[in-house]
């Protein structure tokens, strides 16, 4: 498999002139972001475009147009509208998406911000928005023709500083992360400087960030809220803070999540970014990370350095909770018989496209656990349990960040994940 990856990477550095040259015949060097509503619950669901915002240069990857990695529930593709040919795709995930699968999601129609960036088309093209539910079974959700010169797109604003943090080899071949102050008030300037150093310093000694730090790029909005704090509804404690994330999000009580996106993106807009991470003010344990969408994290406490990079695993590598007794909210989140998307989680349906080329052979599948002190209690195997569920969904290690509350200690499944991923947006942004 490892093999199979680098020769797959090695074919698209190969082709990565022609890469470029499609990037140049199809699209202009600016972003556009299409702003949503996905409205629905478990049943149903549908999404109504609201606008369109527009900037000056691509910042994304322009090796991998069409995504090799289809991690997450919701997809949009971009089609040249007269050869039909697939140009740009996308798959990312959204609160949305876990929301369907909760209790509430299956009876009340939520409605929610969602967006997403694409390169700005030279001519019409048309575009396919598909969400998946859990079987993976596909919905089309929208299929129109976008016509840049003839749709009102309005400019994307920049008003905040921007500090560098980490600095990768070529800022045209990193994965630009974007941290993001939210509910640091003008008398928290001290603080929230100090924070956007230490969360950086997180990142870069974690592997795989501190062994490719070459290819990660850190930079941080200065950004002040007008209050302090993070709002917390079950304890009645209401802020108003620039991005105005929240607790008990998909009612959760540790679930930290920004529920106005659009205005997230606003901010962000400031810096080039490939993965945005909202560093939250606040004493109360929480986060979030959801694929391609973005992560979250308090910043007190005893653990938000664990907590970054665990979030940072579902944000960047699309990868899944490997633990399995907890509060979570969500139903049947992997169904019997279907091969979850995540990468360090299988039901055994199809583990040859999962880490079986990892496992040492005479491992038995499943693996049974051992204790600390085993000589095995490092082995690859496939664990039963994981995914918020002890049964039929095993997970590749007895220890990993994704699993229990361990800092820099990601198996060497979720480390191959992200080091890939890291790759996707590394190899090759030409012409920045
Ligand atoms: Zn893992």
Request: proline share 6%; with cysteine; net charge negative.
């Amino acid at each position: 498999m490892k093999k199979a990856i680098f020769l797959f990477l090695a074919a698209f550095v190969c082709s990565l002139g022609a890469k470029a040259q499609h990037f140049d015949q199809y699209f202009e060097d600016k972003t556009v972001r299409i702003n949503y509503m996905h409205i629905g619950n478990a049943h149903s669901e549908s999404i109504r475009i609201e606008q369109y915002k527009v900037g000056n240069g691509w910042y994304g990857t322009r090796a991998f147009l069409v995504e090799p990695y289809q991690y997450g529930d919701i997809l949009i593709e971009v089609f040249d509208s007269l050869s039909n040919k697939l140009i740009y795709s996308r798959s990312y995930s959204a609160l949305f998406c876990e929301y369907r699968t909760t209790e509430r999601g299956e009876t009340e129609v939520a409605e929610m911000e969602e967006c997403v960036n694409i390169p700005m088309p030279k001519q019409t093209v048309r575009v396919v928005f598909t969400s998946f539910d859990r079987s993976r079974k596909p919905t089309q959700l929208l299929d129109f023709y976008l016509n840049p010169a003839k749709t009102a797109m309005q400019p994307m604003t920049k008003e905040y500083p921007v500090m560098n943090l980490h600095k990768g080899g070529s800022p045209k071949k990193a994965i630009d992360i974007l941290l993001i102050p939210d509910g640091y008030a003008k008398r928290d300037a001290k603080l929230l400087k100090h924070d956007m150093k230490r969360f950086a310093f997180y990142i870069m000694n974690c592997s795989p960030y501190k062994y490719m730090a070459k290819k990660v790029n850190i930079r941080a909005i200065k950004g002040f809220s007008e209050q302090s704090g993070i709002t917390q509804p079950q304890n009645n404690f209401y802020v108003n803070t620039l991005l105005n994330c929240t607790y008990n999000a998909i009612d959760l009580d540790r679930y930290l999540m920004c529920l106005g996106v659009w205005n997230l993106h606003e901010v962000a807009d400031d810096a080039p970014y490939d993965a945005i991470i909202i560093i939250c003010n606040s004493e109360k344990y929480g986060g979030g990370g959801i694929y391609n969408f973005y992560c979250t994290v308090y910043n007190h406490g005893e653990y938000p350095d664990y907590v970054i990079v665990h979030e940072m695993g579902h944000l960047i590598g699309g990868l899944a909770d490997e633990y399995y007794t907890s509060e979570v909210s969500v139903q049947d989140f992997y169904p019997e018989g279907v091969e979850p998307t995540e990468p360090n989680l299988t039901t055994l349906v199809d583990f040859d496209s999962k880490w079986k080329d990892l496992v040492e052979e005479g491992t038995p599948i499943p693996t049974p656990p051992t204790f600390k002190s085993s000589p095995d209690y490092d082995r690859i195997g496939a664990y039963e349990g994981g995914g918020y569920v002890s049964k039929g969904v095993y997970r590749p290690s007895q220890h990993c960040t994704m699993n229990s509350i361990a800092y820099d200690d990601f198996c060497p499944v979720c480390l191959r994940t992200l080091e890939a991923m890291i790759d996707y947006y590394a190899l090759e942004k030409p012409n920045k």
